[in-house]
């Protein structure tokens, strides 16, 4: 199948070769550049010796001037996901992850640059996947973020705004096997999480960051797909995010869900755990008219519905109810593709979803599981 040639090893390790010639193995990549994709561990991500910005409640998130890095956070990420019609009558999920990881607390120049960046970019439709991973330093070009306007780049992708904000923006990525040119538009207000943007992702084990969405948002473009060119359009959703517990420790993983609901609301959830402790649940019920519904842990019922073995064997919770009796949402969630384990710097499954129930909708989901 296409997508087990594009989620091949060679790329990846063309780009860990780099890394090790030029940055003298650091010892953030030490397990990562030993392993293969399929058995990279998160540990090497822990940052205990270093000394970051602390996440606090009360601070003022700008949608203007925070879509830039944080460089005194241990990690940052730019998210975009659009769930898009194809002129083939096919649906596709089209996905950008960017990772920015600090692997010390210094500042430094050219090469002694403390910030990596890697990103991950996915097109899926019903039984096929096309996909990619590029890892850069920061510091020489190869990779950074821009204001004045935005401009987020790795080698030849980009992602780029006439503004400071998500939106108007531009998506461009080519690859051997693939490429994708979306241009993005708002049609509604941003999102600040949790409290004004400080989103308390585990209440029993102290954990926090900052995050605001751009969830109404539509786009339109084209894949180059083996070749074939593919008019697409639809509706898209960015999330930004920074702090300082990416992964805080080994068994520790999330499910995050982000919906476009057919009555025009967005419903974003988050449900964070390690295997033997409580589940924690966050998220927020939007509307295009700016009115925004935090959603307590309290207040939902998120439980797996079926499990689904994948062709490596792994066991995963791929269809979901979402229950919020408070709000009327009573929803069963159903994957376009099962097959989208991706085997990356931070392995996950994140693909397209429909969902059912009380309302009709599309959307995302993530899971990170060991």
């Not at 102290?206 to 473009?221: C, V």
């Not at 390690?274 to 207040?299: C, E, F, P």
């Not at 066991?315 to 593709?337: A, C, F, G, H, N």
Request: net charge neutral.
């Amino acid at each position: 199948m296409k997508h087990n040639k594009c989620l091949g090893l060679k790329p990846i390790f063309i780009a860990v070769m780099v890394l090790c010639a030029l940055i003298l193995m650091p010892s953030l990549f030490k397990n990562f550049l030993t392993k293969t994709p399929e058995s990279v561990e998160v540990t090497p991500l822990h940052y205990d010796k270093f000394v970051y910005e602390p996440v606090l409640p009360g601070k003022a998130v700008s949608i203007v001037k925070d879509m830039n890095e944080h460089t005194d956070f241990h990690y940052e990420t730019w998210h975009y996901r659009a769930n898009v019609k194809g002129s083939d009558g096919k649906d596709y999920g089209v996905q950008w992850l960017m990772y920015r990881i600090a692997n010390s607390d210094n500042t430094g120049v050219g090469w002694k640059n403390a910030q990596i960046y890697t990103t991950q970019v996915v097109v899926s439709t019903e039984g096929k996947s096309w996909a990619q991973q590029r890892i850069a330093r920061g510091g020489v070009g190869q990779a950074g973020v821009l204001m004045d306007p935005f401009r987020l780049w790795i080698d030849n992708w980009s992602w780029q705004s006439s503004n400071n904000t998500a939106a108007p923006s531009r998506i461009m990525v080519h690859s051997d096997d693939f490429s994708v040119d979306l241009r993005t538009a708002s049609f509604g207000p941003y999102v600040l999480m949790g409290d004004k943007g400080y989103k308390v992702t585990h209440d029993l084990l102290s954990k926090a960051s900052y995050q605001f969405s751009a969830p109404f948002l539509r786009t339109k473009g084209k894949l180059v797909l083996n070749g074939k060119t593919v008019e697409v359009q639809g509706l898209a959703w960015i999330d930004k995010e920074w702090g300082n517990d990416l992964v805080p420790e080994k068994g520790f993983a999330w499910d995050a869900f982000s919906i476009h609901l057919t009555d025009g609301r967005t419903l974003a959830l988050n449900q964070y755990h390690q295997q033997d402790k409580m589940k924690y649940v966050t998220g927020t019920l939007a509307a295009r008219n700016g009115s925004v519904i935090n959603i307590d842990n309290d207040d939902i019922r998120l439980y797996p519905l079926e499990k689904v073995t994948l062709l490596d064997g792994r066991v995963l919770p791929l269809r979901w109810v979402i229950e919020i009796p408070k709000y009327d949402i009573s929803l069963i969630t159903q994957t376009m593709k099962k097959e989208l384990w991706l085997p990356f710097w931070i392995p996950s499954w994140e693909g397209p979803i429909r969902v059912t129930g009380s309302q009709m909708g599309v959307g995302f989901m993530q899971l990170t599981y060991d």
